[in-house]
């Protein structure tokens, strides 16, 4: 489908939103310049993230690697230890891996090109569009949630925005609107206009640009755009996880693969309880399994609850006595006998901080 953008919407564009951008847009660490790594960078960090979020992580990773070049030649300990906490951890180990690639092809300068950009390991055609619209100025529309919002509702679109074809729709709605201004400016006012005004909930419809000629507005029924139908539920997955105990100071810490999800972070050993296991059984078995130990499963530390995109996480973590058998890596990457400090130094997902903190507390 076609979809029409309300009358004199180009010249509310020019007259209004672009002076209201000028005035009104948020100084943010990537804004300072048009370097294309750092947009590249943000964009990264910024997809399912707050923006609030994302600026101490955007300010410590360039502080870490300000060049392409400096990630290229950093350890993927240090980039996903300058990622933790952040969620999704493969956009950090895909962005290190395309940083060799930009040295190797490039010569460490990220390309303008549409076909180029896409070689790079993690770049879709979001990303893409972000580069060469922000970064380079060229005619390219970012289709985020935030301008999904503006247009469904600026143009009262009341289709399933989860829908492939509906998406695709918009885009090409989004590429038309954009061509009429100077891309990066209007794409940012668009994006900037439905992060700060018109919001998920309570829009600030009396002071938007738009609201002259936005048609939900017009209608009285913001509310109803975008429509997005439910989400499929998702499932609770059951985990059993041990600290092991070396000494009174000194525990076992596990790599996870790197292939698969949080490979090459740092966690407490454990995995899936099985049907009709016990938490004592799983955690017993997984870490003979996985690490060829032997163990006695003491009292529990802590319950942890995550919830992750595709599933929630329940997981049951119980101190465990050694029983003096050296640890094999058999089902995972490494393993560390630490202490609380030395942990410091390794990348943890969320859950396993939540473990880390406990321990602290203890
Ligand atoms: S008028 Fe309201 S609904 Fe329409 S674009 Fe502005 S903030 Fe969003």
């Given at each position: 489908m076609?979809?029409?953008?309300p ?22 660490p ?10 590249w ?5 910024l ?34 230890k ?26 460490g300068?990220l390309p ?5 950009l ?17 970064a380079?100025?060229k ?6 949630g ?33 061509a009429?201004h ?11 206009l ?13 002071c ?8 939900a ?70 870490l ?36 003096g ?11 560390r ?11 943890f ?11 602290a507390?203890?």
């Open positions: 076609t979809y029409r953008l009358k004199n919407c180009l010249l509310t564009v020019s007259k209004d939103l672009l002076p209201w951008f000028e005035a009104n847009a948020r100084e943010l990537w804004r300072l310049n048009r370097d294309p790594y750092a947009v960078v943000s964009e990264c960090m997809q399912q993230t707050r923006v609030e979020t994302v600026i101490p992580y955007f300010l410590r990773w360039m502080a870490c690697f300000p060049t392409v070049k400096a990630l290229a030649a950093a350890d993927q300990q240090q980039v996903l300058c990622w933790e906490g952040l969620g999704y951890y493969a956009r950090a180990r895909n962005l290190h891996a395309a940083s060799k690639q930009v040295v190797a092809l490039f010569g300068e303008s090109q549409v076909d180029e896409s070689r790079l390991k993690g770049v879709g055609p979001y990303t893409v569009a972000a580069i060469l619209s922000l380079f100025g005619s390219y529309a970012v289709l985020d935030n301008v999904e919002r503006v247009l469904t509702r600026l143009c009262a679109i009341s289709d399933d925005i989860r829908k492939p074809q509906v998406k695709k729709d918009l885009q090409n709605l989004a590429t038309r609107f954009l009429t100077p891309p990066a400016q209007l794409n940012e006012a668009v994006m900037e439905g992060a700060t005004v018109c919001t998920p909930r309570n829009p600030q419809c009396d938007c640009p738009l609201a002259s000629i936005c048609r507005h017009k209608r009285g029924e913001v509310s109803l755009f975008p429509y997005k139908s439910k989400k499929p539920k998702i499932p609770t997955v059951q985990v059993g996880a041990g600290v092991v105990w070396r000494d009174e100071h000194t525990f076992l810490i596990a790599q996870r693969n790197e292939s698969g999800m949080l490979g090459g972070m740092w966690e407490f050993p454990g995995g899936k309880i099985e049907k009709n296991e016990s938490i004592e059984a799983c955690i017993a078995r997984e003979e399994e996985e690490l060829g130990l032997k163990v006695e499963v003491g009292d529990e530390l802590i319950k942890v609850k995550h919830t992750y995109t595709h599933f929630h996480l329940r997981m049951g973590v119980h101190h465990c006595r050694w029983q058998d050296e640890p094999e890596a058999i089902d995972c990457a490494d393993f006998w630490v202490t609380l400090a030395e942990c410091e130094a390794y990348p997902s969320r859950a396993d901080l939540k473990v880390l903190e406990a321990l507390s203890q």
